[in-house]
Every structure is written in C-alpha cells, then in structure tokens.
C-alpha cells in the first residue's frame, strides 16, 4: 500500500489531455511543495518530468505540467502523444528526512 | 551525459545479505546526495536510503531500518547498500537515484535496475 494514491490507470487519444491524480495528506504533499512526477517504461530507468510541484527540467517538453491543491498534486498531459504512454508515479518529500510515493498510474494512449 | 549502472542483484534466501554497487559517471559525484529505491513486484517505488554527499547523513525507511546500510565511495564514483537479514517483502528492483539538489528533494537521474529476489 502506498503512502500517496493515484488511479491504477488512465488514458485519452492522440492530441487529447489526460490528468493524473496523486493524493496525500498534510503531512507530505500538502506540508510541502516539493512533489515530483516520473515517467517510466518497463525496464527503463525513470525520468523526471515534473519538480518542486510545477517546474520542468530542461528537454521535458511544455506538453507535461504539475499543479497542487491541498493534499492533492496533478500531472496533466497535453496534446497526448504514442511516446507518452507509460507508467507515471508521484512523489512528495514526507518530512523527517522521508520520501513517499505513489503506486503508480498506467497511461494508455488509445 | 549522467549514467548510474547498478549491480550485485541475484537470488539469496530468507535471513541472507547482499550488497548492491551503483557506478556513477557523467557528473561530479562527490557533491550530490544519492538515494536507493525500490520497485517491488506489482507495486508502486519505494524510497528506501539517503546518503549526504560526503556521508555525514544517511536515512532509512521504516521497513529496512537496521538491516540495511548505505554507503558511498567518492573517489571511486560509487554508491553502495548493504542489505542483511532479508525478507521476502524485500524482493524488488533496486535503483540507484541521484538528488537534483538545490533543495528539490527530487530525483533527477536514475538507474536500470538491479533486481533482488529473496526466496528460499
């Protein structure tokens, strides 16, 4: 069971936005502004997409965006594309020197 | 360009240790906090270590406190974690992750992998 909650799965077509859910508690996603997103095909490594709840490292395309309300963070992908689908995990700094994370969230471009 | 390549992954039964080497290059390594994580089977990551950049600090999660040790050699660009007394729970993939800095508390580069199944 993982500390932050995100749905098993999502999808939308080619060209379409699909958002991505990931809830804590006031103790770590709502405590601090410091969630992060990752984008990971089996075997791979994962990829950072998204810091600090909005931020995009450099070569992140603008199509990938993170917001937070409260306890709940949001990856938002725009303008779907083939290469995006793949598993997309949520993370928060927890306090006392921790990290959480989410289970996990299957984006599937249809 | 950053490349973090895990090793020392296999098969160990119940109670046994084993101990993971993550080789770090394409960066200064001996200025950047590392982390382990793991992904264990059908589940999502799991933030397992954290060591400071010249291991003044290190930090545990709950589920491994006590049994595992992290540890790093800087003028060797390594990463090491010690893993004693293992369970079955603690059969996963284990990547190597180095900490963006800056305050981020986020993990910018990652490994492969490096699997460990505990099985008797």
């Known amino acids: 069971q993982s500390v932050l909650t995100q749905p098993p799965s999502a999808s939308g077509s080619p060209g379409q936005s699909v958002t991505i859910s990931c809830t804590g508690s006031?103790?770590?996603?709502?405590?601090?502004?410091?969630v992060s997103w990752y984008q990971h095909y089996p075997g791979k490594a994962p990829t950072l997409m998204i810091y600090?709840?909005?931020r995009r490292p450099s070569g992140v395309p603008d199509r990938f965006s993170g917001s937070k309300s409260g306890n709940t963070a949001s990856l938002t992908v725009s303008g779907l594309q083939a290469e995006d689908e793949a598993e997309y995990y949520c993370?928060?700094?927890?306090?006392?020197?921790?990290?959480?994370f989410g289970g996990g969230t299957k984006v599937t471009v249809l | 360009q950053v490349q973090l390549v895990e090793s020392g992954g296999g098969v160990v039964q119940p109670g046994g240790s084993l101990r993971l080497s993550c080789a770090a290059s394409?960066?200064?390594?001996?200025?950047?906090?590392m982390h382990w994580v793991r992904q264990t089977p059908g589940k999502g990551l799991e933030w397992v270590a954290f060591?400071?950049?010249?291991?003044?600090?290190?930090y545990y999660a709950e589920s491994v406190k006590g049994r595992f040790t992290i540890s790093r050699g800087n003028s060797k660009n390594t990463l090491f974690l010690q893993m004693s007394s293992l369970r079955v729970e603690d059969t996963a993939v284990y990547y190597c992750?180095?900490?963006?800095?800056?305050?981020?508390?986020?993990?910018?580069?990652w490994g492969q992998g490096a699997l460990v199944t505990v099985s008797s």
């Open positions: 992750a180095k900490d963006m800095g800056s305050g981020s508390f986020s993990f910018d580069s």
């Open positions: 006031s103790s770590d996603v709502g405590a601090y502004n410091y």
């Open positions: 394409g960066f200064t390594f001996s200025i950047y906090n």
């Open positions: 060591i400071a950049y010249d291991g003044s600090n290190k």
């Open positions: 993370s928060s700094y927890g306090g006392s020197n921790n990290w959480v």
């Open positions: 600090e709840v909005t």
